[in-house]
């Protein structure tokens, strides 16, 4: 018996019998409407495609934003600053990427990169029927110009989205060549968070160009554009290199590579680059790019030290020695941490080359992330008051304009200058006066009053035109503004103005501007032509300018120092023996090679500067606060001038020291001096040296004049009449001008007698009083004066009346408001201010009264 059938068997035998040959027509029909089935995505693809504008990166016309890889001057890279989008990014043209890269990409990406026309229908089959077996997503079918399509415009995954995707990728194809299209991809796509295009990556993982990657290595790269974050090897390089080495099959599976050469490159590890230190020369990296510095930022621009704003480069070579740099930063550190205690702050370096004006060395602050010091601030470019380091400056236009040498006497006495808001009374550093000084003495031993006084001579218009022509342009104030004291630094200027005009004396008074920048890469354009764009320098080799790199125009100095006088200036501030007095024998500026150097304090102990310089580098450093804070009765010489040691002997390991090239016999000549007078000595100057004079001023030196040898009567000193001989001895006596006479007689100095000896006859033509018709003055205070009681001050305020009187007056007085006040040597007399309008003069017998002058006290 038959078993019954089951139900389904007729429904299934009533399908199968539709299925039976049809007319040819039918066929034919049949076959038309499945070919226009499949045909129809297609051409509707081929239409929105059509319609599907180029992005406008891919234009020719249009920039892509790159990253800004700042290098030494040697090639070592400092730092790369991030492109617009926030993400490192080097164009790389596809000739310069070598061939490994390309083919693990094409293996990982994109086997039939080379045939598909920017979708790849085989792709899409395969991706379907393992979709449709394994009920899930096995593989995609994205082409590397669909993934190109999708990074340059963003869609949903929807049907719709991947539909503009599919149209987008074809118009691409039908725009640019295969060639073009690798090398948008390979600079477009992400290789891993915050890396866009495979050189970055290269860069920033393995610390090496594209072209330089092992096999192992370009296989891990083109593994990360399938899950950036996923395959991150900072994160681990278990699953980065479980995908390398699928890549690396599939590459043999392909034939792009062979068995050897997939089996080296499997066992090789994933040796990730370390990490860079610091953040590389920050401040400098500002202001360049800022355009801080001179030049400014305008890559047009004709002059040194210029340089493209980011996102106009590519790459910079800074003219910095990352060696250099690193090792100040350092000290930098560890000074500010030293003097912790003494309420020190911050502390800013600058180094430059002398012969170029390259900066070699830029340290804006110790810790650019000291928050609570303010480091963030540029001690470079901050306006602060150099004190003493302008005196050198003073004298040297001294010597221009007013005949000044080396020798020069200067009177470091108790002086006045007055001033829109009274006198201004300067002081020594050590609180003392040191009478008459040679110039050389006066300014290697930093003496107050001497530079004053020549400041006054000169007149403050003078000097500020000098100082403004070495550079010190921030002294854009009226010359009232800042009147003699600017022979003290009072005056704000920027570290690096202040040791160019250093580096100018350095090269005998020729100016240069600072220079920063020593060349640069354009960003090269996107899309077509970008084979042909500059390459960044690679890191640890000399860089090598391409034919498009922009170089800062050649600097053309300009003459502002007289030559010879320079030279004696550098001769001053290198000779250690002239300084003794002052900062006594090893101070920080006592090198084991020739420096010139200079310190400078401002006042109240708020700025310490020291500055100097080789025959081939300068070094200025600023120790302070950035708020302004004063130190702790911290000086230049023991606040800034250890660290200017320090950073000197480091500049010294980058440029040898060596002697400073002998004085030009043609235009300075070494001569004999009286070291007091600094004049031609006679027979009577018991002191003599040798000192270095301008062929011109050597030759009309005069015969001292400060030392006479007298006849005195040795029993009591005083000069001898009509005494016999056997009471006389001859000795040498100093003599001064008015305004040191007072000075000599209080300092025990061995002035002449004016008196004779009561044991012997008169001296011819003296009674003991002074010549007749002899003038007497006030020498303090200046007419015109105006004073202001302090109330906070409980303690007496007072000030020193003085007088210049001529030689042989015994006594004098001072007529103060009508009454007279009686005062023998040295002639002064302190006086309690007293509120309200004065007159003043001052009267010696057989003396002429000198002028009245008038003051006032507030």
Known sequence: MRAPS????????????????????????????????????????????????????????????????????????????????????RWLPLAEAGDRIQRALLA??????????????????????????????????????????????????????????????????????????LEQYLN?????????????????????????????????????????????????????????????????????????????????????????SGLGAPHLVRAVLGGALDGGADPDAERPGAAPSRGRASAITLTIDRGLQREIEVLAQQTVRGLSDRDVGAAAVVVLENATGEILAYVGSHDIDDAAGLGHNDGVLALRQPGSALKPFVYELAMERLGFTAATVLPDVELSFPTPDGSYVPRNYDGRFHGPVRLRDALASSYNVPAVWTASALGPERVLERLRELGLRSLDGAPSRYGV?????????????????????????????????????????????????????????????????????????????????????????????ARLASFGEGSALDLPFPVAAKTGTSKGFRDNIAVGFTPDVTVAVWVGNFDGAPM??????????????????????????????????????????????????????????????????????????????????RRNGLRAGACPDAAVEERVFERYDAELTAWARAAGRPVAPDEASPLCGALPGRDGAAAPGAPVRVAYPPDGARFVLDPSVNSLQAIRLRADVPPGVRRARFVLDGRPIEVGPPFALDWPLVAGAHRLRVEADGASAGEEIAFSVE
């Open 485 to 577: 004291a600017i022979a003290l630094g009072d005056g704000e200027v920027r570290l690096l103005d202040l040791a160019n005009a250093y580096a100018t004396l350095a090269r005998g008074g020729l100016y240069l501007p600072v220079r920063a920048v020593r060349a640069w890469t354009d960003a090269p354009p996107s899309a077509r032509g970008v084979e042909g764009a500059p390459a960044a320098p690679r890191e640890g080799s000399a860089p090598v300018e391409p034919p498009a790199a922009r170089a800062p125009s050649t600097p053309r100095g300009a003459r502002v120092l007289d030559a010879a006088r320079a030279r004696v200036i550098v001769d001053i501030l290198a000779d250690d023996k």
């Open 632 to 713: 702790g009765g911290i000086s230049g010489i023991t606040g800034a001038g250890p660290l200017f040691r320090d950073a000197m002997l480091a500049a010294a390991r980058v440029r040898p020291p060596r002697p400073f090239d002998p004085p030009d016999p043609g235009q300075l000549a070494e001569v004999e001096v009286c070291s007091l007078s600094g004049m031609r000595p006679t027979a009577a100057c018991p002191h003599r040296r040798r000192e270095l004079l301008p062929r011109g001023d050597a030759a009309a030196i005069a015969p001292c004049d400060m030392h006479e040898a007298m006849r005195v009567d």
């Open 108 to 181: 990982a990406e994109d086997r039939r990169f080379s045939l598909h026309p920017g979708v790849d229908p085989v792709a899409i089959a395969r991706a379907f029927g393992q979709l449709a077996a394994e009920r899930r997503v096995v593989s995609g079918a994205s082409t590397i110009t669909q993934q190109l399509a999708r990074t340059l415009v963003p869609r949903p995954r929807t049907a719709r989205g991947k539909l503009g995707e599919m149209a987008l990728a074809l118009r691409i194809e039908a725009s640019l060549s295969k060639r073009e299209i």
């Open 188 to 276: 477009r796509v992400a290789f891993g968070p915050g890396l866009r295009g495979v050189e970055a990556a290269s860069r920033f993982y393995f610390d090496k160009p594209t072209a330089d990657l092992s096999l192992a290595e370009a296989a891990a790269l083109a593994s990360m554009p399938r899950g950036p974050a996923l395959y991150d090897p900072r994160r681990g390089t278990g699953p980065l290199e479980r995908r390398r080495n699928r890549v690396l099959d599939r590459m043999l599976a392909a034939g792009l590579a062979g068995e050897a050469e997939v089996a080296r490159a499997r066992a090789e590890p994933i040796a990730l680059a370390p990490k860079g």
């Open 6 to 89: 089951p139900p389904w068997a007729g429904r299934a035998g009533r399908w199968l019998a539709r299925l039976r040959p049809r007319s040819p027509r039918f066929l034919r029909r049949a076959a038309r409407l499945a070919l226009a089935a499949a045909v129809a995505p297609w051409l509707l693809l081929a239409f929105v495609a059509a319609l599907t504008p180029l992005p406008p990166e891919l234009r020719a016309a249009e920039e892509h934003a790159v990253s800004t890889v700042l290098y030494d001057r040697h090639g070592t890279v400092l730092r790369e600053l991030r492109a617009g989008d926030g993400a490192r990014a």
